[in-house]
């Protein structure tokens, strides 16, 4: 079941009353929010990607070499072993990184007391 389209394009096109009129700044500042997340999700890979290599090395030699951890931990347990250093380590280095930005953008408009 869907709508006629006539009420379909009077919904669409009318504007909501929540929405405020668009500054001259707005392109700015939303540029300024999309590059700082954008190099927080680069850098958040990026350290997801060396997390990942450095926790699976010892996780999977450990897997074959130790008896505990030969009969304890299947696949599923190695994976989510390195998949969760992995995702830990992305999302604190992107939660720094916007941290890190808001802080310099607030120091630079209000200067350091």
């Given at each position: ?39 927080a ?26 008896p ?46």
């Amino acid at each position: 079941m869907s709508l006629p389209s006539d009420t379909r394009d009077s919904w669409t096109s009318k504007r909501s009353p929540f929405i405020a009129a668009a500054s001259p700044n707005e392109p700015r500042v939303i540029d300024g929010k999309t590059s700082t997340t954008q190099e927080a999700v680069q850098r958040g890979f990026i350290t997801a990607i060396i997390a990942g290599s450095v926790v699976a090395v010892p996780t999977l030699v450990g897997c074959r070499v130790f008896p505990w951890a030969k009969a304890n931990l299947n696949y599923t347990a190695q994976a989510l072993i390195i998949s969760g250093a992995a995702i830990a380590a992305f999302f604190i280095t992107a939660d720094k990184t916007i941290l890190e930005k808001a802080r310099g953008n607030t120091i630079g408009k209000y200067g350091k007391n």
